[in-house]
């Protein structure tokens, strides 16, 4: 029990001081976090987040890596995603950020991170699903129905983005992001 309470003190502190901005406090907490709980992720990630703040991302992609061996998270899977997007390695990227939208349809940084990567790597096509089901999961809706539009409109597929579009302005007739793809479509 001690034990436990020691881990979540240190995972606290880490927390506080990444929030902070005290990296080098951040990662002493974490360390210690992870030394008492070896079947948490969370300190994994912790330490993951300040090595990308001090711009480490070798280092960054192993601790995700560590984390997502304990855990298999949306959150990890992401981090893995993201740094393999930061050192333009765009295919890998995007296999990771499609696992973490499996996850949870609703991790909206994987989301994004997936149409740039789609943009990227030519698999716009691929992220119609992943957007789709997005819909029904996350909270910016009207984001991710204009995200869907603009890629339906990048494959032609005009008739169904005009359905997206007139949804998001029929709710919100001030959404200049679906009024400007509109206004594309038409031109």
Do not use: W
């Not at 969370?42 to 304990?70: C, F, H, I, N, W």
């Amino acid at each position: 029990m001690e034990n436990q309470l020691d881990y979540e003190i240190n995972k606290e502190l880490g927390e506080c001081y990444l929030f902070m901005g005290d990296f080098d406090k951040a990662e002493e907490y974490y360390r210690k976090a992870a030394a008492g709980n070896s079947r948490s992720a969370a300190p994994y990630m912790g330490l993951a987040t300040v090595a990308v703040q001090r711009s480490e991302l070798d280092k960054a992609l192993v601790l995700y890596q560590k984390a997502a061996a304990v855990e298999e998270t949306d959150k990890a899977l992401c981090g893995i995603g993201l740094v393999h997007m930061e050192q333009g390695n765009h295919e890998e990227a995007f296999g990771y950020f499609c696992r973490a939208l499996e996850k949870s349809a609703a991790n909206i940084v994987a989301l994004n991170c997936l149409v740039r990567e789609a943009y990227q790597t030519g698999q716009v096509e691929a992220t119609l699903p992943y957007l789709t089901a997005a819909l029904d999961t996350c909270e910016e809706k009207e984001a991710v129905r204009v995200t869907l539009a603009g890629c339906l409109i990048y494959l032609g597929r005009n008739d169904e983005a005009r359905e997206h579009l007139e949804a998001v302005l029929g709710e919100n007739p001030a959404n200049s992001s679906a009024k400007e793809l509109f206004d594309t479509m038409a031109a």
